[in-house]
């Protein structure tokens, strides 16, 4: 996948150790951490969702592809934290260690806490060759969809979930925030630095909204059918855990009536874009019939 | 103080249970661990040397305030992250529990990270009432300021400084990192909410590099020479703990000749300012003076 280099080698170049004007000195020993978090790994889904929405408004090169390193930053920032022993308690994650567990726990919490504030440094740079009035719009659209309102917040409520079980609209909620809201935002900016008019950003932040619905379903239905073989992880995980999931208050079946009717309203927000939405459509029924 | 009630006032009302456009909702329990850790304490010092860098140059009113306030964001998420258990592991911040101690370790971490995003959403959106330039300026100034090549990377350095002494200039580089690039991107952000011309901005931001290693210096000899009462924590700590410092490098004289020598350098950088520097001289004289 294309994209997915092409993320890689930005996420590379950035990530080198020449401190930039107002830096000091950039920690060897954090910037391997660092790294060791953000390089060599993953699906690279959202960074494909902003450059394939981006590409949609004739945006392509080096802005889309900033715009799409600092999201993945925020990811993996969110993966590092998340996997913490105070957290998830993850060892392993795609095949390697993960940080605290190759480095420590310190370590991990400052790793992802630079790459963090490091995303907001790569967005509003002058280097992401936008208009200002679009760089702060981004910041300020990211920050709204990592932080307490949004993907922060919706790791709170997953932590809470463990304790009382939260309703439908709670679960709902929750998702939307954990999951959803940085899916969102991909589609969402590529609109923006495409500077595509208000309504198609909207159209391709409802579409957003829709894929990460269709990815959390996708991932519960995943942990409801698989065996532990072709998931990677045991199967049934989220039961024994205690944590309610739509899939699971509804059934398989439900469920995948769900992701057919948002694979429909994907497909529908697409359609006047014509065969220039190609590959968003391919993506979108990616997340939906993945099978790990 | 006024500038420290008018921070608090803002730090308030920005914390507040709405969600803004682009925020699903704002949990309540993360919100109060937010707020436990940003409100109703400290010097805010930075906050303080913003207002009066701005004020240097005419700006007052909601541009500085609110840059000051994601400025205290970004400060007191370093505290909550500092604070934790794998890191300086200290239970009581300001005569209160510190948040992974009055919450819990998990909620702590996310607290630290929502304010860290939430400082970038404050100082990019419109309300901050600056033209767009200035706002992604103040963005890419703070990031890096605060992140692998500033704050957190310092903190990274202090970690490893436990285990493998450096020398003087590693300490030098080390402090300039943790508490150096905060104090002066203070300086210098006033400059340029105020849009000082660029020689204005490096004098403020020069001012700031000095007043922040007068900071340290402060620091480190007050842990040489205070009694346990009179700093509120043991004294000799940083001795105890292995820690190579300047101050205990060189001696309580040498350290007190420093910190006159920045005072005097401090007061030649604010001259060409005359009477309208007397409060950032005064603040200057309270950070090297302080006995507490």
Excluded at 21 to 30: F, I, K, Q
Excluded at 70 to 82: F, G, M, N, T
Excluded at 160 to 169: L, M, Q, W, Y
Excluded at 177 to 205: H, N, W, Y
């Amino acid at each position: 996948m294309a994209h997915a280099d092409a993320v890689e080698s930005m996420l590379r170049a950035l990530l080198d150790d020449r401190p930039r004007d107002g830096e000091v000195a950039r920690p060897s020993g954090l910037l391997q951490a660092i790294r060791h978090g953000a390089l060599g790994g993953g699906k690279r889904l959202r960074p494909f969702l902003l450059l394939e929405s981006a590409a949609l408004f004739g945006a392509t090169g080096t802005a889309p592809l900033r715009v799409a390193a600092a999201l993945e930053c925020i990811h993996c920032y969110s993966l590092i934290h998340d996997d913490l022993p105070a957290m998830d308690d993850d060892d392993m994650r795609r095949g390697r260690p993960t940080v605290h567990r190759a480095f420590d726990e310190a370590t991990a919490i400052l790793a992802g806490d630079s790459l963090l504030t490091y995303a907001f440094d790569v967005i509003a740079s002058e280097e992401t060759e936008l208009p200002a009035e679009r760089r702060v719009e981004l910041v300020t659209r990211l920050a709204r969809a990592a932080g307490l309102g949004g993907m922060a917040g919706g790791q709170f409520l997953d932590l809470a979930a463990e304790r009382e079980t939260p309703g439908e609209d709670g679960i709902l909620r929750l998702q939307a925030m954990k999951t959803g809201a940085l899916i969102r935002f991909a589609c969402e900016a590529g609109a923006i630095v495409g500077q595509a008019s208000p309504a198609d950003r909207e159209r391709l932040a409802e579409f957003g909204s829709a894929i990460g619905l269709a990815f959390q379903l996708a991932d519960d239905l995943l942990d409801l059918t698989s065996d532990a073989a072709t998931l990677g992880k045991a199967a049934g995980k989220d039961a024994a855990a205690g944590k309610a999931t739509l899939a699971g208050l509804h059934g398989i079946e439900w469920t995948r009536r769900q992701l057919s009717g948002l694979m429909d309203q994907a497909n529908d927000l697409l359609r006047p874009f014509g065969e220039a939405g190609t590959m968003l459509r391919t993506a979108a029924r990616f997340v939906i019939e993945r099978d790990h």
